[in-house]
């Protein structure tokens, strides 16, 4: 006979959870605040809280002074959590980002002081100007959440959110990129240029680091871990997993890349379109869940045969 435990039915919590927290209108609130500051870039804004609301870790690309840092420092602040910033820098060394074992002759025992990736939004600037070896130093972090010093895992806080910044390849003094650390980014977006009306209004405001420190978050770290389960409970129906599928098949089956997506890729997708659905009020995931933020996980993931070529468009083919 099955225990109760095996039979019981769990509620699915998202609807229960969500409404708690009035997801809607903190989710939206939150991104009135970024828009506030971030100009004409809502649709990044959003593909930037499904990437955190989903447990990923976000990869921005662009060249320098279309706000990068900026929408890094918004959403710390908009969102009630700690916030640290490492300049990455070409001697820069992993003990730099993870931490040290100091030792304390007082009490003739070694110390870990932590480093600066020990806060709840980590701001990686301009990741691809420091060597490998001090990129490398963020995989385990952004994996499994701890880093390790000295044979010794200290663990990070929760929720635990790196948004990094890179330069285009071909500016000076960058190193690329190694697949397994792209692999590590749930999302790649890009900020880009304003529009003119955008880019006027731009011209004559305020400064926007006048601006962050008045103003008030709407949620905290406690808040943002439940909506990170609200969103992980957004149910996904049999299609939506078949649409999926059928998108990592086509990528393993053409003719233009050098090898199909990973499952992971594909884990990437789902609990984004989750997230993006928790975003737009839905307890379910439909398939404009998928096509909204697959561009932003796909693409990165990519590689052509044509190595000088472009991945640019490729998702709107497979899907």
């Known amino acids: 006979m099955s225990t109760p435990t095996q039979t019981a039915r769990q509620p699915r919590p998202s609807i229960i959870r969500a409404r708690d927290l009035d997801a809607e209108q ?50 710390a602040r908009v969102l009630g959590l700690n916030f640290s910033r490492i300049q990455f ?23 870990f002081q932590p480093g600066p990736v020990f806060a709840e939004v980590v701001l990686a600037d301009e990741l691809n100007r420091a060597t490998p070896k001090a990129q490398s130093a963020l995989l385990e972090a952004m994996e499994e959440h701890q880093v390790t010093v000295d044979g010794k895992s200290h663990q990070l806080p929760q929720p635990f959110f790196v948004i990094a910044t890179q330069n285009p390849m071909n500016q000076i003094g960058t190193f690329p990129l190694p697949e397994s650390q792209l692999d590590r980014f749930m999302m790649r977006i890009e900020i880009g240029y304003p529009d003119r009306t955008t880019e006027r209004k731009l011209l004559t405001r305020k400064d926007p680091r006048t ?62 379109a989750r997230a993006w659905a928790l975003i737009d009020g839905r307890d379910h995931v439909v398939p404009e869940d998928l096509q909204q933020v697959a561009g932003a996980v796909l693409e990165h993931r990519l590689q052509t045969a044509d190595r000088e070529a472009s991945t640019g468009g490729l998702t709107e083919r497979l899907i």
Not at 59 to 65: A, R, V
Not at 244 to 267: E, I, K
Request: aromatic share 4%; net charge negative; proline share 4%.
């Open 89 to 111: 820098t070409s001697d820069l060394l992993p003990a730099d980002v993870v931490g040290v074992a100091i030792y304390r002759t007082e009490t003739a025992t070694f110390q």
């Open 211 to 272: 601006i962050l420190p008045g103003m008030t978050p709407v949620m905290n770290a406690g808040q943002v871990g439940r909506l990170q389960e609200a969103a992980a409970a957004v149910h996904t129906g049999e299609a939506l997993v078949d649409y999926a599928q059928a998108l990592l098949d086509a990528s393993r089956r053409s003719p233009w890349l050098t090898h199909g997506l990973s499952p992971r890729a594909g884990m990437a997708l789902v609990r984004s």
């Open 26 to 75: 903190t989710i939206a609130g939150a991104l009135d605040q970024v828009s506030e500051v971030i100009l004409g870039k809502r649709h990044q804004a959003s593909l930037a809280l499904s990437c955190l609301l989903a447990g990923g870790h976000l990869l921005i690309e662009d060249i320098p002074g279309v706000g990068k840092t900026t929408l890094a420092q918004v959403f």
